[in-house]
DNA sequence: ATACTATGAACGATCGTTCGTTCAATATTG
DNA sequence: CAATATTGAACGAACGATCGTTCATAGTAT
């Protein structure tokens, strides 16, 4: 084992692409399919991958939907750094729905999700993997809430993370909406904004 | 076939009942194992029915969950009861949002409802069934958001058919959000028609 | 006698996983 | 540096289990 740091011999390097192969292939199935219309011999074929070979990067299957769940992280990282900003409230509110609007505008952002949500309701550990995923939104929007109220733009909700999860669950709901019935998710933004608006400035 | 009415012989009974039977053991075992976990055997023994007779009863497994996702439409039937009443717009969205609470504060219903949509991305017939239940609620619900703003009650939102959706929306995702993290939807109902009201009321 | 429901064995397909093996890259010798 | 030993990635056949569905047969109410 060579040291723990990410630069690696050739073999190693190799090893750690096929595995991104391999999580690549896997979202496409999932994707297309779902998880449990996805066999592992789907997965295999489409990364270019013997069957065997699989299990020697993956423990099994849910490892391979553990490891997809954890990349997810990775995208909420813009959307953090808007929250961060320190902008007015309103503004960043404005400037964080319209940015995660866009993201959820992608069908396959939001069916990707909705597979992984779907497994956790029986699987503790993408269950946990999920709410963290959720909490790092939440968080960072409930200092831009609670500083809002500070600065009187927002209006004084009773409790500021249960109102950062409506916030996020109202975008979120509207996205698997445009996804189910058909309409864009750009109908729905302008919508989403005002309701969310409306919600939380001073009156 | 007999006559297209209710009414039936015996017989006609017995086999209604088996259906029936059929159905209960469907849901629950979807419940604890999720449609794709859950084997025609396993339905089929839970109802105490044989393999073979269950497709007597249903052309095949998908048939099930079609039937199941249809008789959701009649738990519906008490909230647009309630929306159809004609107090005023603002006192019916309340009770309104504490009835709907009140069903998803029940896993059970969260659960399938969540079983439902998830089979309904690929399925277009699910698709199709889910959107007309969601249809009846939102046109109800459309109907108050309209009387309330004509009646001064309510603020005039942009488009009242999406604020509509957008308030069921954070219903249930509130509902589905309890359900993952284990938060009791008692505890979040407060704030869901805080987040509501503050967004429909006049200002 | 007729028209049903009810049964469970059987079918072919596919599932996730394991297994023994091959082989190229690396590490250890001389 | 050359020769050898060790490692673990890659492979695909094979496993046992289970999948949804069909079918010939038996039972039963009309």
Known sequence: MSEDGKAGSAREKATAKRRNQILEAAVMCFLENGYHQTGVRDIAARAGVSLGNLYNHFRGKHDVLVE??????????PFLKILNSNSPAPKILKKFIGAYARYLAAPENVILALEISSEAVRQPDIAQLFVEN????????VSVVKRGIADGDLRAVPDP????????EVLEGSAYRSVLAGIPMSKLVGSVEDFVMS????R
């Open 68 to 77: 997809i769940a954890m990349f997810e992280r990775r995208d909420m990282e």
């Open 199 to 202: 919600s939380l400035l001073v």
């Open 161 to 168: 993370l249960q109102a950062s999860q409506l916030v996020i």
């Open 134 to 141: 959720r909490a790092m939104l939440t968080d960072a929007l």
